[in-house]
């Protein structure tokens, strides 16, 4: 079965940055499962994904303006504390997720004041060129109510 629209895709992922630092690894936990054509993944990563199959193994250099966008200068914005988790600990240049009205989001503290913190809005990855190693581990068809959801359930997808 070929990965095509409405299909869902199971998938293991290393990724590094243009140094080769490595970012992410899925390996050692269930692999990253996506509804394919549903743009649940950054779109470079979604379109190296088309056409393939189970047990394929390939790279792909994904650059900036197709995963996380460019990064942009002075945007940043000031939040009270009490939407932090644990604000007692946060310290500058650390990654938070934050729950939004347009759900949750990563961003990084600039600097922390008695009530309220500036944080840098841009994704943590933005301007970045992204090395994928993929190991495609499954695909099948999507379940009914997977498509009306648009994304998967289960191991590696949503749990709700
Ligand atoms: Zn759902």
Not at 65 to 87: L, N
Not at 97 to 123: I, W
Not at 140 to 149: C, K, V
Request: charged share 25%.
């Amino acid at each position: 079965m070929k990965v095509e629209r409405d299909k869902v895709v199971l998938f293991h992922y290393r990724l590094r940055d243009e140094a080769g630092v490595e970012i992410e690894d899925s390996r050692g936990r269930a692999p990253l499962a996506i509804l394919f054509g549903h743009g649940n993944i950054i779109r470079g990563l979604e379109q190296a994904l088309a056409g393939r199959a189970a047990g394929d193994r390939f790279e792909v250099v994904v650059p900036p303006e197709q995963g996380y966008g460019a990064r942009r200068a002075d945007y940043t914005q000031r939040v009270p504390k009490k939407y932090f988790p644990a604000s007692d600990h946060l310290r500058p240049g650390m990654a938070v997720t934050l729950a939004t009205d347009h759900g949750p989001r990563t961003v990084t503290v600039l600097k922390v004041g008695s009530s309220v913190v500036d944080v840098d809005l841009n994704h943590p990855m933005a301007g970045k060129t992204l090395h994928f190693a993929i190991e495609i581990t499954a695909v099948r068809d999507a379940e009914p109510e997977e498509l009306a959801h648009g994304h998967v359930h289960g191991a590696g997808g949503h749990e709700h």
